[in-house]
DNA sequence: CCCGTATTAATACACATGTTTTAATACAAA
DNA sequence: TTTGTATTAAAACATGTGTATTAATACGGG
C-alpha cells in the first residue's frame, strides 16, 4: 500500500508528485516542484529513490490502475443482470467522484493518460481493463439479448461509460457553463439518473426491429 | 477562412501548428518543429507571423471554436424536439468522426483544453457554447416535460453529450480493448445509436415519478 | 536601375529542465 | 569511537526551449 503516508521522504515525494502530475500533467511538471512540494531541499531526490521522473510516473500510473482495480465488483454471481448494472454505475461513480482530493488526482492522470497515453498505457489496459470489461460486454447482453451484434453490445457500453466518465474530462467547460454549480454532482444522485438513463437507453435498443 | 490552403507561408505554419498542436499538445509542440513541418527553416517565422507561440495557439484555439460554430442547426424552429434531438446528434457526430484529419485534429485540440484548459477557455466557452446550450436545454426540456427540475435536463444534456463525445476522448483504451475496431464508427451508424439509446433514457426519465 | 519594405536566414541569448557528480551529514553496527 | 552505508545537500552539466537580434535576400514601384 503506497497509499497512506508514513512519513518517509520517497512516500512524501510520491504523494506530492501525484499531486502535481495530476494537476499539471507530466510534461508541465518539474522535479524541482515536487521535490519542493514535499518538503525536500534536494532536487537529487527523485533520481535517488525512484531512477529518474519517468520511473516515477511509471510507478505513479501503476498505482493509478491499481487502486482502480482494487474495487472489486461484490458478489456479481448471485445478481441480477439489472442489480449488476446498478452496482457497476454505483462503484464507477463513487470510485470517481467520491470526496478527497486523492481519488480527484488519480482520475485526472487517467484521463490524461486516456487523451494523450504513454508508451505504459497498452501494458495497463491488457493487465487491468481487459478482464473487467469483459465482464461488463457478458452484462450488457444479459439484458438486451443473445441476438444482438457483438457491436451492439459495445455501443451501449460506451453509451454508460460515456456518461459516468462525463464531468471526469468535460468538467472545466462544464463549470464555466454553470457556473452556479460549484461541484460535480452528488455521486450517488449521478449515479440514480445514469442507471434509470441507461436502462431506459438498453431497453430501447433491445425493442429494435 | 483560414483553412484552406493558399501556399502563403503563414498558412502553411497554422496548418502545421494545427497538427502538431493536436498530436503533442502546447507543451510538447516546439516552434522548431512546427516551422520544419511548414517547409520553412526559419525559426523565427512564427514570431513574425504571430507574435509567438502563444499567439499562435490563442489563434488555432479562436478556429477551433469558430469551425464548430460555422455548423449551423438548420431550421431548427420547424421541426419537434425529436427531430431536433437526432439533427443535434447527428451534426455532433459527423463533426467530430467523419473522415479528415482536420477535423479530427481540431477535436484533439478541443479535448486537451477541455482536460487541462488554458486562460482563454472561459471567454470562449462564453462566446461559442453558451448560446448553443440554451437551446439544447430548451430541446430537452421539451421532450421530457416541464415538470422536470432544471438539474434533471442538464443531466439529461449530459448523459447525450457524455455518448457523442466518448471516442473522442477515451479512443486510445478503446481501441487498445478492441484492436479489430480500427476505426471509430461511421458517424451515421453511431449517430443512430446515440440516438436511439438516448430516446430510451429520456422517456424513462420522463415518466419518472 | 534604385530604393524601401517584406520576408527569410542565421546566430545569439537567456532561461528552464533532467541528470550527474561530488561533497557533507546522519546513523547504525562492530 | 570508528567504520561503512544510507541519505541529503549543493553545485555543475548538457540539452532544449522561446525569443531577440542582425544580416541577407526578394520583390515591386518609382
Known amino acids: ?21 495530476a494537476q499539471n500533467g507530466y510534461k508541465e511538471t518539474t522535479v524541482r516542484q515536487i521535490c519542493k512540494q514535499a518538503g525536500s531541499s534536494n532536487i537529487n531526490s527523485i533520481n535517488y529513490y525512484f531512477g529518474g521522473k519517468e520511473a516515477l510516473y511509471r510507478e505513479i500510473l501503476e498505482l493509478v490502475f491499481r487502486e482502480y482495480d482494487l474495487r472489486k465488483d461484490p458478489d456479481f454471481a448471485s445478481k441480477t443482470p439489472e442489480e449488476r448494472l446498478r452496482i457497476f454505475i454505483e462503484t ?49 447482453r444479459a ?8 457491436a451492439t453490445v459495445r455501443s451501449c457500453l460506451v453509451s454508460i461509460a460515456g456518461q459516468i466518465l462525463y464531468y471526469s474530462f468535460a468538467w472545466p467547460v462544464y463549470a464555466r457553463l454553470f457556473p452556479s454549480d460549484k461541484t460535480v454532482p452528488d455521486h450517488q444522485k449521478l449515479a ?11 431497453t430501447a435498443v433491445k425493442g429494435k426491429k
Chains 1, 2 share one sequence.
Open 143 to 150: 439484458i438486451i439479448g443473445d441476438d444482438k451484434p457483438e
Open 192 to 202: 440514480d439518473h445514469i442507471y434509470r438513463f441507461s436502462m431506459g437507453g438498453l
Open 1 to 21: 500500500m503506497p497509499l497512506e503516508d508514513d512519513g518517509s521522504t520517497r512516500n512524501k515525494l510520491l504523494m506530492a508528485a501525484i499531486r502535481i502530475f
Open 92 to 140: 464507477h461513480c463513487e470510485m470517481l467522484y467520491r470526496e478527497g482530493e486523492f481519488a480527484s488526482d488519480l482520475t485526472a492522470i487517467f484521463m490524461a493518460e486516456m487523451l494523450k497515453p504513454s508508451p505504459f498505457l497498452t501494458e495497463l489496459v491488457d493487465r487491468y481493463n481487459r478482464p473487467r470489461v469483459k465482464q461488463h460486454l457478458a452484462m450488457i
